[in-house]
């Protein structure tokens, strides 16, 4: 069993859908959660950063980490087309040297 | 700007050759990453340094060196010994390496061996 699950999808939605993106865990040392959104052909860029558990929202984005399940989401409110590229989560416990990431998301925003 | 430089963007190697990607950072961070990834498999770890001239083995290191000389320089050789380079290469920064600091990333190098 992989350390971080994520549902590579594709996942397509409509424009102006809201977005459900998850990723779960087995290691419960996990404190520090991460969101990154990748363009095709471009490096990844942070999205969200999240210290254990609990809601943060950033404009149209909504990161929420349930450490009791081990479980965290990315929800985007107003999908629109150029949100469309893959999603990864990434996390790491206290002096974790490296983080460890998901599979990816691939998401489609439909006009 | 900070950030970090990746070079060359596209690279053509020729089966049994060596090739060298750079990644240079001007954000003063301690700690850098090579990933490599495929589609469909997310990001594999090849090398990390926390710092300057020591480095560690990450999950897929057979058949790749790694150098840091320099703070701000991580280079990545591919050696002839990796049985399938073709892939896409990005190198990544953290503040240091051991906080819960995230880390960012190079815009990545495309490797192809013909």
């Known amino acids: 069993q992989k350390e971080v699950e994520q549902d590579p999808g594709p996942l397509s939605v409509p424009e102006g859908a809201i977005v459900s993106l998850n990723c779960t865990y087995s290691?419960?040392?996990?404190?520090?959660f991460m969101w990154y959104r990748q363009y095709s052909r471009k490096g990844p860029e942070l999205l969200m950063y999240t210290y254990s558990s609990g809601n943060k929202e950033d404009g149209r984005f909504t990161a929420q980490v349930d450490k009791s399940s081990k479980y965290i989401s990315l929800f985007i409110r107003d999908s629109q087309p150029s949100d469309s590229a893959t999603y990864l989560c990434a996390m790491s416990g206290q002096g974790a040297q490296k983080l460890v990431f998901g599979q990816g998301t691939r998401l489609t925003i439909n006009p | 700007d900070g950030g970090i430089t990746q070079s060359p963007k596209y690279l053509f190697r020729k089966e049994g050759q060596n090739v060298t990607l750079s990644c240079e950072q001007n954000l003063n961070h301690d700690a850098m990453y090579w990933y490599r990834q495929d589609p469909g498999q997310g990001l594999r770890l090849i090398y990390y340094?926390?710092?300057?001239?020591?480095?560690q083995k990450g999950d897929i290191a057979e058949g790749y060196s790694v150098s840091r000389e320099k703070k701000e320089s991580f280079p990545l050789t591919v050696t002839s010994a990796q049985k399938n380079p073709t892939a896409f290469y990005l190198c990544a920064s953290r503040e240091d390496g051991f906080s819960g600091n995230t880390i960012y990333f190079g815009e990545g190098s495309w490797l192809t061996v013909v």
């Open positions: 290691n419960s040392a996990f404190q520090y």
């Open positions: 340094s926390q710092i300057v001239n020591d480095f």
